[in-house]
């Protein structure tokens, strides 16, 4: 499984970006998509994530500003952000827990929210 993701770049605080993630490869129903990212000098956290059914979960920091969805038919996650912060800053990385097993972590993208 290989996950392309796409989207970042640089935007000042209150704007909006969308990321995009492809999935492609043996990718079987059932599975997780999400979102993750890492500031210099932090951990890697969760910022949301989607089941295949359109459950969709959002870390504390993020709700009401983020929005994930997904197209199956596509392979393809999406990650809707408003309302940018200079705390978002970050590395973003899709993630992919696959129906059968695995995880697969695209190549990360980088945003930047200037103040």
């Known amino acids: 499984v290989q996950l392309q993701a796409s989207g970042g770049g640089w935007v000042q605080a209150g704007g909006s970006l969308r990321l995009s993630c492809v999935a492609s490869?043996?990718?079987?129903?059932?599975?997780?998509m999400g979102w993750y990212r890492q500031a210099p000098g932090k951990q890697r956290e969760t910022v949301a994530f989607?089941?295949?059914?359109?459950?969709?979960n959002y870390s504390g920091s993020v709700k009401g500003r983020f929005t994930i969805s997904r197209d199956n038919a596509k392979n393809t996650v999406y990650l809707q952000m408003n309302s940018l912060k200079p705390e978002d800053t970050a590395v973003y990385y899709c993630n992919l827990l696959g129906g059968r097993g695995g995880q697969y972590w695209g190549q990360g993208t980088l945003v930047t929210v200037s103040s």
């Open positions: 490869g043996s990718i079987f129903s059932g599975n997780v």
């Open positions: 989607v089941t295949s059914g359109g459950t969709t």
